[in-house]
């Protein structure tokens, strides 16, 4: 399994940027089969949940932190998830993961960096 994920950049706070992470490797089940997750990792604090969505795309949990603001998808004929960021403001600087949990092991993309500042 092999994700990857862009879309990060530098925005200022008030921001929007979309995140996507493209998956590819799975033989069976499917890419549709399973969840999907958002993780962030901020400077000096761990990894931390920020989003997840169902394999379908019809349910999604998000981190309190980001409720009303970061919306998840999925597109499964592409293979892709997404995270819509809006309002962005500096404690949403982030390197920001996806991850899938498949066959025991959670496997983790390299991250895409967003960096939110004037």
């Known amino acids: 399994v092999h994700l990857v994920e862009s879309g990060g950049g530098l925005v200022q706070p008030g921001g929007s940027l979309t995140l996507s992470c493209e998956a590819s490797?799975?033989?069976?089940?499917?890419?549709?089969?399973?969840?999907m997750y958002w993780y962030r990792q901020r400077a000096g604090n761990e990894r931390e949940f920020v989003a997840m969505?169902?394999?379908?795309?019809?349910?999604?949990t998000h981190v309190d932190s980001v409720k009303g603001r970061f919306t998840a998808s999925r597109d499964n004929a592409k293979n892709t998830i997404y995270l819509q960021m809006n309002s962005l403001n500096p404690d949403d600087t982030a390197v920001y993961y996806c991850?899938?949990?498949?066959?025991?092991?959670?496997?983790w993309g390299e991250g895409t960096l967003v960096t939110v500042s004037c």
């Open positions: 969505v169902s394999d379908t795309g019809i349910s999604t």
């Open positions: 490797g799975f033989t069976f089940p499917t890419f549709s089969y399973y969840e």
């Open positions: 991850s899938v949990y498949s066959a025991g092991i959670r496997y």
